[in-house]
């Protein structure tokens, strides 16, 4: 009926975390190879995490880094041949040409376009789908209707986000190690083994006024990536995006505290299940609560409505 | 020979660029090209640039770099279409439907892959190269080894800005939305009727350019500091022999929205260099002066503009 996804980035997490909202877990952080035990740069913990998952009944996707450089293509190669050797059911790519390397190799895996994979247009999904793309995920810009055309003209899947923070930018280092003298870059350098993983603590941007108007701007960092201040959240049009044909949802969980996946996954697949089976939707509010408790800067419905992505429409 | 490859955000910085000995020119559609209409360029005028170049022995190649709207994809493709009849040379493109499409209906065309593709590895260039690139730009972080290193893998065209590698912040280019998740505005009529909303990567919108204003940043409860999310690129020069003979075949100066003079300047200054570097010589030291006049000129320039564009920001409704 439908499929709805999160992700999870190392053994520990996955141990002791609660997913059982979900139908498949994308495994690994695909933003920082230095995270610890980082499913996406730790070949030796994927068979572990792998039957974790199948034990549950849940697909497992497998994270490719997203922003891989010359020195990362031997690392990320490696990773890649241990896991074609494991049951995986897809592998997640972001760089064009690591998906070439997966081309090259024969990769017998469904491979899902990521976030960062700039897909914009259904033309490019019909070439991607050349080298055994079967999913991607359209740039958080476009909008509701326009994931829905491209899932249609390029006969492809969509994975449609519907809470959590918004990826917006990604950097091959780490801008809170650099940044973790006094301001001025006297931090360590991404790479170098001085990682002392202060990403564990919450860092935010912060431009304008400090009064809570429309000039207040907030992102929040991990250090590799930047993400919406907001949380994207979509409760409230689960009926929409079953009526349009959308059958891959997913929750953004990167750089969250625990329980958080568990605390929205449980509100979505509650909302979706009535939605695809044509029920009238359940009053929202006190799920809204919940959901509005989690989000430090408040709610947004990202760019699916056509505005910037900080609005937020509700049903009404 | 390096080619040098310069902005023409109106007509008059297109002629002056020719005139100052660019090879190539570089010409941004309304509503096409990243940048704010008021450094883009009619067709009417990219026309009669095309002409003015081509009449000097140099060429014009069309940005199409905004990513397109599925539903805006046939526009692209004939808007392509019009400007290779025009005289354009090539195209800068970044997607990767475009550039396929584009191969396959102007064969003989030259095609840049643009720095918002996000290019980070050879495996990406040669990603490129198999979909019909000729050209790509390279990394910002990327040193001499590393263009060597491409220049043994493949044959297609290295491009780079004439921009001193940067190795630390948040480089935007290809990996990045967050002005658009700022703030929107509205399509101007001088734009062209379009039926999306845009943003910077996706045209009309410009990037308010998030990354060089100044942010506080920290920990909640901590005293934040004070910084910008990426270093300013500075100007290149004392790299331009080792990226020549690394087989770097273009140089791109940056800079549409800049004043003519400034860019008259930078394409006289960036000639002689290349020409010098061409003929033999192994070091611009004796250049060093001009230079940080040049950089001086660049860096207030940009830092006016920084403002400006934050303050739209802040003003568009959401």
């Known amino acids: 009926m439908f499929e709805l996804s999160t992700d999870v980035g190392n053994l520990k997490e996955l141990r002791e975390g609660d997913f059982s909202a979900y139908d498949a877990l994308y495994l690994g952080d695909f933003s920082c190879p230095d995270y610890p035990n980082n499913f996406s740069s730790h070949p030796e913990l994927l068979e572990a995490g792998l039957e974790i998952v199948k034990s549950r009944g849940q697909k497992a996707y497998l994270r490719l880094y997203a922003v891989p450089g010359n020195d990362d293509l031997g690392w990320v190669e490696d990773l890649i041949d241990t896991a074609l050797e494991l049951p995986f059911d897809a592998l997640e790519v972001h760089n064009l040409g690591v998906l070439r390397m997966l081309n090259e190799k024969n990769c017998r895996l469904p491979v899902h376009l990521g976030v960062f994979g700039n897909l914009y247009t259904h033309e490019t999904a019909k070439v991607l789908k050349n080298y055994g793309v079967t999913r991607v995920y359209p740039n958080p810009e476009l909008s509701l209707a326009e994931v829905r055309y491209i899932a249609e003209h390029a006969d492809v899947e969509v994975l449609v986000p519907v809470h959590g923070k918004i990826p917006l930018v990604i950097s091959e280092t780490c801008f809170i190690l650099e940044h973790s003298g006094d301001g001025e870059e006297e931090g360590g350098q ?82 979706l299940t009535r939605a695809f089976a044509g029920a009238p939707g359940a009053d929202p509010a006190s799920a809204l609560v919940t959901l509005t408790a989690l989000a430090r800067e408040g709610l947004c419905n990202g760019y699916y409505f056509e505005g910037a992505g900080q609005r937020y429409i509700g049903r009404a | 020979m390096p080619k040098l490859l310069a902005p023409a955000g109106s007509l008059e910085m297109a002629r002056a660029a020719v005139d100052e000995g660019a090879d190539i020119i570089y010409v941004g559609p309304l509503g096409f090209s990243r940048r704010p209409y008021e450094s883009e360029m009619s067709d009417d005028a990219i026309r009669e ?68 593709s996000g290019i980070s590895n050879l495996e990406d260039a040669a990603f490129y190269r198999d979909a019909g690139a000729d050209v790509i730009i390279l990394p910002y972080r990327w040193d001499v080894a590393e263009i060597e290193a491409l220049r043994r893998a493949s044959d297609i065209g290295l491009e780079t800005f004439l921009f001193e590698t940067v190795q630390t912040g948040k480089l935007c280019p290809g990996k990045c939305i967050m002005s658009s998740y700022l703030r929107f505005r509205d399509w101007l009529a001088v734009e062209g009727s379009r039926d999306f909303h845009g943003s910077a990567n996706r045209g009309a919108k410009e990037c308010y350019r998030v990354c060089q204003a100044n942010w506080e940043f920290g920990v909640p409860g901590e005293l934040p500091v004070e910084l910008k999310l990426r270093r300013d690129a500075r100007l290149m020069l004392a790299q331009l022999p080792g990226f020549v003979a690394a087989g770097v075949t273009c140089f791109k100066l940056s800079g549409r929205e800049r004043p003519v003079g400034m860019i008259r300047d930078l394409v006289r200054f960036y000639r002689k260099a290349i020409d010098e570097v061409v003929g033999g010589a192994h070091s611009l030291d004796h250049h060093a002066e001009e230079l940080a006049e040049l950089r001086l000129r660049w860096v207030r320039e940009k830092s006016k503009r920084v403002d400006t564009l934050m303050d739209r920001a802040a003003s568009y409704v959401a």
């Open chain 2, 49 to 116: 640039a095309a002409a003015y170049a081509t009449a000097r022995g140099a060429e014009l190649r069309v940005v199409l770099n905004t990513y397109p709207t599925p539903y805006d994809f046939g526009r692209f493709l004939d808007k392509a279409l019009q400007y290779a009849a025009d005289g354009a040379s090539g195209f800068i493109v970044t997607d990767v439907g475009l550039l396929r499409a584009l191969r396959r209906e102007i064969p003989g065309t030259v095609l840049h892959v643009s720095i918002g």
């Open chain 1, 190 to 271: 991404c790479g170098d083994g001085s990682c002392s993983y202060q990403c564990t603590q919450e860092h935010w941007l912060k431009r304008g006024r400090g009064d809570g108007s429309r000039a207040d701007w907030s992102l929040k960092d991990t250090g590799r990536m930047t993400l919406s201040g907001k949380d994207l959240c979509m409760l409230e049009h689960a009926t929409t995006l079953a009526g349009m044909g959308l059958a891959h949802f997913y929750v953004h969980n990167k750089g969250e505290a625990p329980g958080y996946a568990a605390a929205v996954g449980s509100i979505y697949r509650e909302a």
